[in-house]
């Protein structure tokens, strides 16, 4: 069984900075490709960052510019650097790892991200 645990949320204020952390145990974090999703009370869930196992990247576009997705293979850890933040930006934000072929798709537990003044 494959766990993912986040960590890094907070409360920050517009224009600060926060950086997720994304856990993995087991062994198949480095064939996974590795996203970050969002996702408000009363709305679907949100595709916000995508790094493949190769290191290819890919963005929302709301984000591009002010967030960084990048992952540490040998450390099981995919991160979310998150920089000029915006009160938009408030949710809760999940890592999930995915591949497939075979296929799978683990979810962390989600972690708190409020941005207000």
């Known amino acids: 069984q494959v766990q993912l645990v986040e960590s890094g949320g907070g409360l920050v204020q517009p224009g600060g900075s926060l950086r997720l952390s994304c856990v993995a145990s087991?062994?198949?974090?480095?064939?996974?490709?590795m996203r970050w999703y969002r996702q408000v009370p009363g709305k679907q869930r949100e595709l916000v960052a995508t790094i493949l196992s190769g290191g290819t990247t890919n963005y929302e576009d709301s984000v591009k510019g002010r967030f960084t997705i990048s992952r540490d293979n040998a450390k099981n850890t995919a991160y979310l650097q998150m920089n000029s933040l915006k009160p938009e930006d408030t949710a809760v934000y999940y890592c999930?790892?995915?591949?497939?072929?075979?296929?799978?798709?683990?979810w962390g537990q989600g972690t708190q991200v409020t941005v207000s003044s």
């Open positions: 999930n790892a995915r591949r497939q072929n075979p296929y799978y798709s683990y």
């Open positions: 087991g062994s198949i974090f480095s064939i996974s490709t």
